[in-house]
């Protein structure tokens, strides 16, 4: 199912991740898919938990419905991202863990390493998110449980 949503994909990267967001958002605007860029703007050295929390607050916050995160290996957003109240985010370096983790985690922020996937390889797991689906029904009392962790 081809990607719908009439809230900009919240953007966010360090250094290490910053070519692979501007590849990113090369590939989104092909698609006419909107989004709002929350940095990093350079590859000067910076912080990742900056910006997952910017890009992170965005969906915490309802303006934007999914985040995507780059940084040098993905782990450290990753980290981050999943410490920020309602956020379900998944590192993935390949196309069928970025597709099952919408359909059946309902992951809301995707996120990868520069230093890991390419620009080809990146975008195409970007689609792979963006066009799956939650599925819902089993996995809905999975989630439930899950985001009851969060008061642990
Ligand atoms: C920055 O050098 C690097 O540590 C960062 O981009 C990321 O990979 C952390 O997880």
């Known amino acids: 199912m081809a990607f719908k949503s009439d809230k900009p994909i919240a953007l966010g ?22 989004f709002t860029d929350y940095g990093t703007d350079s590859t000067a050295s910076c912080d990742y938990p900056d910006y997952a929390a910017a890009a992170c607050g ?4 309802g303006r934007s419905d999914l985040a995507i995160l780059c940084c040098g290996t993905g782990v450290g957003m990753s980290m981050c991202a999943n410490k920020i109240r309602g956020i379900r985010a998944c ?32 975008c195409a797991i970007v689609d792979a998110f963006l066009d799956a689906e939650f599925e819902g029904g089993r996995h809905q009392k999975r989630i439930d449980k899950m985001m009851a962790l969060e008061n642990l």
């Open 13 to 34: 990267a360090d250094h290490g991740g910053y070519e692979l967001k501007e590849a990113i958002k090369q590939h989104l605007t092909e698609r006419g898919i909107a």
């Open 91 to 122: 590192c993935c370096s390949d196309t069928f863990s970025a597709e099952f983790t919408r359909r059946h985690n309902d992951a809301n922020a995707l996120c990868m390493g520069g230093r890991v996937v390419g620009p080809g390889l990146g």
């Open 58 to 61: 965005a969906v915490r916050e």
